[in-house]
C-alpha cells in the first residue's frame, strides 16, 4: 500500500518539475515588453571566469520598452555590451558610458506567430513529459499488483495518479495560454 503511494509522490514531483521548467522556458521567450529574465541565460567573461551578467551589474526595466544595466564596476561595460550583441535575443545595445540600455522593439505580426508557435513548442514538450511520468507510474502500480498489492487498491492508485495527470495538464495550457494572450497583445 505505502509503496503505491510512494509512486503517485514520485509521479507527482516529475510532474510537478515539468510545469517549473515549463514557466522558466515560458519566462525566457521575449513577448515585445521589457523583461529582465530574457537576460539570465548571458555569460559575461568577469576577470576570467563566466559569470551571470545579473552577477555584475544591476538590470531594471524603467518602462514597459526599456531594460537598462548599469554594471558595477565601468570598466565591464564593453565586456557587458559584446555579450549581448553575441547573444541569440537580436537585440542591439546602446552604452553611453554610464548604462547599457536595450530597447526591445515591437514585435512584427510574423514574429508574435512563431513565439507562439515556440512557446506551444514548450508546452508540448512539458505535457509529453507529464505523460511519461503517468505512465511509469501506472506501469509501477501494475508491477506492484503482481508482487501482491489488492487489485481495488492499485485501481485506486491509477486514479489518483490520472487526476493528478489532469491537473498539471490544466496548469501547462493555463500557463501557455497566458503567454500566447503576453506576446499576441500588441
Known sequence: MSDVKAFEKKAEEKMQSAVEFLEESLAHIRAGKANPRILDGIKVDYYGSQTALSGVASINTPDAKTIAIQPWEKNMLAEIERAIINSDLGLNPANDGEVIRLLI??????????LVKQSKQEAEDAKISVRNSRRDAIDAIKKSVKDGTPEDVAKDSEASVQKIHDKYIKQIDELFAAKEKEIMTV
Request: hydrophobic letters at 20%; aromatic letters at 0%.
Open 105 to 114: 522593439p515591437p514585435l512584427t505580426e510574423e514574429r508574435r506567430k512563431a
